[in-house]
């Protein structure tokens, strides 16, 4: 017979649950675009519908490993987030500011 999940969790030791859910964590926090996708329960068609693409459309976005930011960042917002760009260094991260107003640049 099948154990639950809540119950298997029950039975494990605190140390091994900071270390699952620092897992989790890491996990969370990074995945790909087509990942992201599915954990904010959008298809590729809902997601194209909102973007006005056929459908190939976003499965090509979701496999590129380069592509512009303005692309990025309307893919991101059609997912109802927003994207920053970050840099981080040993002594501390700095957002970069240049691409704030990047879509609305193009707009004018």
Avoid: C, W
């Avoid at 995945?31 to 997601?47: C, D, T």
């Avoid at 693409?53 to 987030?81: C, F, N, W």
């Amino acid at each position: 017979m099948a154990k639950k999940f809540s119950d298997l969790r029950a039975q494990m030791k605190p140390e091994a649950l900071q270390r699952a859910d620092a897992v989790a964590k890491t996990m969370l926090a990074e995945m790909p675009l087509n990942e992201l996708r599915q954990a904010r329960g959008l298809s590729q068609k809902m997601l194209a519908e909102v973007l006005h693409v056929q459908q190939p459309s976003i499965a090509k976005i979701e496999k590129r490993t380069d592509m512009y930011l303005s692309t990025l960042r309307s893919h991101i917002e059609a997912m109802g987030g927003e994207l920053d760009i970050v840099a981080r260094f040993p002594d501390g991260s700095v957002k970069i500011s240049n691409f704030a107003d990047l879509g609305k640049t193009a707009a004018l």
